[in-house]
Nanobody, 122 residues
Framework: VQLQASGGGLVQPGGSLRLSCAAS????????IGWFRQAPGKEREGVSC????????YYANSVKGRFTISRDNAKNTVSLQMSSLKPEDTAIYYC????????????????WGQGTQVTVSS
């Protein structure tokens, strides 16, 4: 089982990036999927997650209105569209899969990707 997060990079403030989480060895439509991030010197935090069933979504207050999480079950991927990026969004972003319901608690996630770096800087 492997999750692969991609799409990170360097972007100017106000710019956009689209992160993608691809899976091998499991079907993402059987899992709730979460995006987490960890900035240097800070704890990992839940950014957004999407349920396995009814498409319910959660967004941290810090990204609400700027980030959008979505599924493409045909491609077995989950994406995180990030817009109006701010320097404080700079972090390593991880995707994770949970057999439970939608949750921002990282301890409820069973599988993790390796992370992709997002840097927002002018």
């Amino acid at each position: 089982v492997q999750l692969q997060a991609s799409g990170g990079g360097l972007v100017q403030p106000g710019g956009s990036l689209r992160l993608s989480c691809a899976a091998s060895g499991l079907s993402l439509d059987n899992y709730a999927i979460g995006w987490f991030r960890q900035a240097p010197g800070k704890e990992r935090e839940g950014v957004s997650c999407i349920s396995l069933s009814d498409g319910s979504r959660y967004y941290a207050n810090s990204v609400k209105g700027r980030f959008t999480i979505s599924r493409d079950n045909a491609k077995n991927t989950v994406s995180l569209q990030m817009s109006s990026l701010k320097p404080e969004d700079t972090a390593i972003y991880y995707c994770a899969a949970s057999t439970g319901g939608i949750s921002r608690n990282e301890y409820e996630y069973n599988y993790w990707g390796q992370g992709t770096q997002v840097t927002v800087s002018s």
